[in-house]
């Protein structure tokens, strides 16, 4: 029996019907004659989930939340439960994948078993098959405990063995034994508990930044940036349906830029961005004007400078607000302004490493989008406009059960009252976008989309 750290708890309370607490991964796998099959993924996870040991576990609250959760093995755990096996109408197209997906994210998971899902989706057109995992906030850490994802892609197509997992579930605590170790707390520890009371108690609006701040070991912010964000319609009462889209782009091409205007490829993505946010607004007959700004909130996860790509490497995550230059139409004077913006964070901000992470294939995007959302979580909503989580991926193939991936996109959280949350990974050459939106707020998100690659055309004509 392990308890929830104070940190964790507050995730986990913090969820309610409109703003399930889970991050997802969607991978694309072009199927050979063998393919992946139910089956194959079934096993594959079956083998390695023990390096997640967190994964057979479930939450067990205390009895009127006078203290804190506490981690159980799952003694009915079911893998079949958790791997599922979904179809589209053959030949399915990626627009209708898209609407499983958001779906699928719609829905909270099911706080009586472990907090995680994995769907097999097949009947892709052309020979495609794609996996969807999701997995609750509370569950990944990022620091001592990993997304599933890490450990099903390899690599190689054909990985070492590992050893046989030998699991027996240990005997699930009384819920006297939790009310008396509660009770015990609340003496010992009165402020401790009274700040998981408030949470059991959806107290969570000041709770979770106080013990976010005080756990101190997710990410830098720019502390000053704490006046409310301009208005915008990004930020609206939320339903609990989704809408879900995406884009992909050529690393190269940020490359070039970058190269030529001596900023990062992350100025780059935040100009793009800022760019198809502008045409997004004009297109919705927003006003727009030179000194209009969208806020946003970007957790970003960068590699150490000098650090090697792979296994050993160290990370870190920082996160800082930037008012976004919408209002400015010429794409080289955004680009100016969003570098100079990233710079002044990169020397004033703190970083915190996070360097713990175990990397077993190299393939920590899904990890790090999730510490961005818990970060993204544990400050008001009222300082923000939308969440941009940025985590870079390995620039070589993965593998799972032997088959290559050949996209992957997150699928990031909306958090309360914002209608667009967007997340940015790049893997083997590409950039991959995932946009997650209310679906009432904003049914043209593929619009959206769309307009990123409009986005980058006008800047890479610029540069020309």
């Known amino acids: 029996?392990?308890?929830?750290?104070?940190?964790?708890?507050?995730?986990?309370?913090?969820?309610?019907?409109?703003?399930?607490?889970?991050?997802?991964?969607?991978?694309?796998?072009?199927?050979?004659?063998?393919?992946?099959?139910?089956?194959?993924?079934?096993?594959?996870?079956?083998?390695?989930?023990?390096?997640?040991?967190?994964?057979?576990?479930?939450?067990?609250?205390?009895?009127?939340?006078?203290?804190?959760?506490?981690?159980?093995?799952?003694?009915?755990?079911?893998?079949?439960?958790?791997?599922?096996?979904?179809?589209?109408?053959?030949?399915?197209?990626?627009?209708?994948?898209?609407?499983?997906?958001?779906?699928?994210?719609?829905?909270?998971?099911?706080?009586?078993?472990?907090?995680?899902?994995?769907?097999?989706?097949?009947?892709?057109?052309?020979?495609?098959?794609?996996?969807?995992?999701?997995?609750?906030?509370?569950?990944?850490?990022?620091?001592?405990?990993?997304?599933?994802?890490?450990?099903?892609?390899?690599?190689?197509?054909?990985?070492?063995?590992?050893?046989?997992?030998?699991?027996?579930?240990?005997?699930?605590?009384?819920?006297?034994?939790?009310?008396?170790?509660?009770?015990?707390?609340?003496?010992?520890?009165?402020?401790?508990?009274?700040?998981?009371?408030?949470?059991?108690?959806?107290?969570?609006?000041?709770?979770?930044?106080?013990?976010?701040?005080?756990?101190?070991?997710?990410?830098?912010?720019?502390?000053?940036?704490?006046?409310?964000a301009p208005t915008s319609p990004l930020n609206v009462t939320i339903s609990r349906n989704r809408r879900y889209a995406v884009a992909a782009v050529m690393l190269s091409d940020f490359r070039r830029i970058r190269a030529r205007y001596g900023c990062t490829v992350n100025d780059v993505v935040l100009s793009v961005l800022t760019g198809a946010l502008r045409n997004w607004l004009v297109s919705r007959g927003e006003p727009v004007s030179a000194s209009t700004t969208v806020r946003a909130l970007v957790p970003m996860a960068v590699y150490l400078e000098g650090a090697p790509e792979g296994p050993d490497s160290r990370k870190k995550l920082s996160s800082f607000m930037i008012d976004l230059p919408v209002g400015e139409a010429n794409p080289i004077v955004r680009l100016s302004q969003v570098a100079h913006a990233t710079e002044v964070h990169s020397t004033s901000g703190r970083s915190v490493d996070a360097g713990t992470l175990v990397q077993l294939s190299g393939f920590a995007p899904a990890t790090l989008h999730a510490l961005s959302a818990r970060v993204a979580s544990s400050f008001s909503q009222r300082g923000f406009n939308l969440i941009i989580t940025n985590a870079p991926g390995p620039q070589s193939p993965l593998f799972s059960a032997g088959v290559q991936m050949t996209e992957m996109y997150p699928v990031p959280p909306l958090v309360k009252n914002q209608a667009l949350s967007i997340g940015v990974t790049s893997y083997d050459g590409r950039i991959y976008f995932g946009f997650n939106a209310d679906r009432a707020a904003m049914p043209d998100v593929d619009v959206f989309a769309a307009m990123l690659g409009e986005s980058l055309d006008e800047l890479r004509e610029a540069c020309s």
């Not at 019907?17 to 991964?25: A, L």
């Not at 006297?176 to 015990?184: E, F, N, P, T």
């Not at 756990?215 to 830098?220: C, E, P």
Request: charged share 30%; glycine share 6%.
């Open 1 to 228: 029996m392990m308890k929830l750290s104070n940190l964790d708890s507050a995730f986990y309370y913090l969820e309610d019907s409109t703003t399930p607490m889970h991050v997802g991964t969607l991978a694309i796998f072009r199927t050979p004659q063998e393919g992946l099959d139910y089956d194959s993924l079934l096993n594959l996870v079956e083998e390695r989930i023990g390096l997640v040991p967190r994964y057979r576990r479930r939450v067990k609250e205390v009895a009127r939340g006078l203290g804190r959760p506490v981690w159980v093995d799952d003694s009915d755990f079911d893998i079949t439960y958790h791997v599922r096996r979904s179809a589209l109408p053959r030949p399915g197209g990626d627009d209708q994948l898209h609407d499983l997906i958001a779906r699928l994210i719609s829905r909270p998971l099911d706080r009586t078993r472990p907090l995680w899902e994995m769907y097999l989706v097949e009947g892709l057109s052309e020979g495609r098959a794609a996996l969807f995992i999701k997995s609750h906030e509370a569950l990944v850490d990022g620091i001592e405990n990993m997304e599933i994802g890490q450990v099903i892609f390899d690599r190689k197509p054909r990985p070492p063995e590992l050893a046989d997992d030998l699991w027996m579930p240990e005997r699930e605590p009384s819920d006297a034994r939790l009310l008396a170790g509660a009770v015990m707390d609340l003496v010992s520890r009165p402020r401790e508990a009274a700040d998981t009371l408030r949470l059991a108690t959806k107290d969570v609006s000041t709770t979770v930044a106080k013990v976010a701040q005080g756990a101190g070991k997710l990410a830098s912010m720019a502390w000053s940036a704490a006046s409310n």
